[in-house]
């Protein structure tokens, strides 16, 4: 009988979820010879996946975890223009705007707020992970 350390983690690893919104539009007047492109997106993601570092001493370098969220959100324009056009000769010209704003707003994991009896938040903690051990007999 071989004794083997077994450990379950409930409810441990998700699979990442983003939440997004993307309007756009296109456009061409002037006979063409104007046209161009307007974006806005805002996205969030929930349970970043991320890889953490683990001490040496258990045997394994690294684990996957559930450990962010971010935010991005942005605006983006393109303006092209068809400035001259011979019969040997083309110019045209292209024009590129980008705001984009990418926001981290917490690592490792959720945190919970600890509130005191006026609804003020006095501390953050981590929520606890259910972890079960036991002995199997491996033949």
Do not use: C
């Not at 001259?84 to 917490?106: D, V």
Request: glycine share 6%; charged share 20%.
């Amino acid at each position: 009988m071989v004794p083997l350390l077994l450990i379950r983690i409930t409810n441990y690893l998700k699979w990442e979820k983003t939440k997004a919104l993307n309007l756009g539009i296109d456009f061409s007047i002037l006979n063409n010879r104007l046209s161009g492109t307007l974006d806005y997106y805002d996205m969030k993601t929930n349970d970043l996946l991320l890889t953490r570092s683990l001490p040496t001493i258990i045997g394994y370098s690294s684990v996957m975890s559930n450990m962010g969220e971010l935010e991005n959100k942005g605006f983006e324009m393109t303006l092209n223009s068809r400035n001259m056009q011979q019969e040997n000769f083309e110019w045209n010209s292209t024009f590129t705007l980008s705001l984009n704003r990418n926001k981290i707003n917490h690592l490792y994991g959720d945190i919970v707020n600890l509130l005191d009896e006026n609804g003020h938040v006095t501390a953050q903690k981590k929520p606890t992970i259910s972890v079960t051990a036991g002995l199997s007999d491996r033949r």
